[in-house]
T-cell receptor, first 113, second 113 residues
Framework: DVKVTQSSRYLVKRTGEKVFLECVQDMDHENMFWYRQDPGLGLRLIYFSYDVKMKEKGDIPEGYSVSREKKERFSLILESASTNQTSMYLC????????????FGQGTRLTVV | AQSVTQLDSQVPVFEEAPVELRCNYSSSVSVYLFWYVQYPNQGLQLLLKYLSGSTLVKGINGFEAEFNKSQTSFHLRKPSVHISDTAEYFCAVSYFDNNDMRFGAGTRLTVKP
């Protein structure tokens, strides 16, 4: 079975901290994504990566950065966490080439206090 | 930029009644469309997808959707809903010339006894 694993289900961090959210997929997918989910706003794309060390900004990249040093791992970094980054973060992966469905992790609920 | 509009934020319906969840997308030559479901405290699960071919697509749990190019719509339907269909439903779109996937704001389906 396809598996996308996010390192934490729940995370509480303080304002100003540097926060790392980790995601690992075991399907050898080329594409990986980070979304933020907020009530009434759906899923908004933060960043996506179509290959190792390659990345593209999504709709809301401000305040975030990403790292993809290995094909199976995609990290989301909050350089200096703020309370307005309190949210559910979802990682996903998919095959490259012709767009196909994305497979999602369980999500990380981040609270910044 | 590509976009998806889900026309209803909440849809209440009685058990065994039919339901339609509406989705419109911004037009493009080649488009790929998806419906996902999210049960409480879980990640997203693919319901169905349209990549090409027949415009009527059948998915899991008795759901189906119809791709309508002239109306740029991809509405999700089920002829008779069950209590267990209570969840949030997301429409998503990908385009031929890029790898990312964009989501609508979601529709919360509540099935009442």
């Amino acid at each position: 079975d396809v598996k996308v694993t996010q390192s934490s289900r729940y995370l509480v961090k303080r304002t100003g901290e540097k926060v790392f959210l980790e995601c690992v997929q075991d399907m050898d997918h080329e594409n990986m994504f980070w979304y933020r989910q907020d009530p009434g706003l759906g899923l908004r794309l933060i960043y996506f990566s179509y290959d190792v060390k390659m990345k593209e900004k999504g709709d809301i990249p401000e305040g975030y950065s990403v790292s993809r040093e290995k094909k199976e791992r995609f990290s989301l970094i909050l350089e200096s966490a703020s309370t307005n980054q309190t949210s559910m973060y979802l990682c996903a992966s998919s095959w490259g080439g012709t767009p196909t469905e994305a497979f999602f992790g369980q999500g990380t609920r981040l609270t910044v206090v | 930029a590509q976009s998806v509009t889900q026309l209803d934020s909440q849809v209440p319906v009685f058990e065994e009644a039919p339901v339609e969840l509406r989705c419109n997308y911004s037009s493009s030559v080649s488009v790929y469309l998806f419906w996902y479901v999210q049960y409480p405290n879980q990640g997203l699960q693919l319901l169905l997808k349209y990549l090409s071919g027949s415009t009527l697509v059948k998915g899991i749990n008795g759901f189906e959707a119809e791709f309508n190019k002239s109306q740029t719509s991809f509405h999700l339907r089920k002829p008779s809903v069950h209590i267990s269909d209570t969840a949030e439903y997301f429409c998503a779109v990908s385009y031929f010339d890029n790898n990312d996937m964009r989501f609508g704001a979601g529709t919360r389906l509540t099935v009442k006894p």
